[in-house]
């Protein structure tokens, strides 16, 4: 991965557009069973909306159910960080971008094979390639966290 991201929040407000900042810079969410890639069944890779850095590939997206894109793991390497996340009275373990810090959702223990992991990212955090063999490495190995 290239080094990181530096930007100042109003130069990442400019560059996202008020939603995406909202989710990517802010930590917020948008309505579950509202974002354009939940239903993508597209080949080719999950990049930051932020920075196009590459996190996810097409074929570790499963349906979950919850609203949300839902993956089993990030591409290999260290795409994505893990931090915990105590708001809204509960904790649970925040993912972002590795490269620019955006945050795109949650990652949660109750997923599908081979990790169990179910990541819950937001689709306005994310862009899609279509076709890119950017992402298309091998994912993370089974229950390795980042």
Known sequence: MADKIERSEAEWREHLGEER???L????TEAAFSGELLNNKGDGAYVCGACGEPLFASRTKFESGSGWPSFTAPVAGEAVEEITDRSHGMTRTEVRCAKCE???G????DGPGPTGLRYCINSASLDFAPGDESAKG??????ERR
């Open 21 to 23: 900042y909202r989710i």
């Open 25 to 28: 810079r802010q930590a917020g």
């Open 102 to 104: 955006g945050h795109l």
């Open 106 to 109: 949650h990652v949660f223990p």
């Open 138 to 143: 091998e994912p993370a190995a089974s229950g």
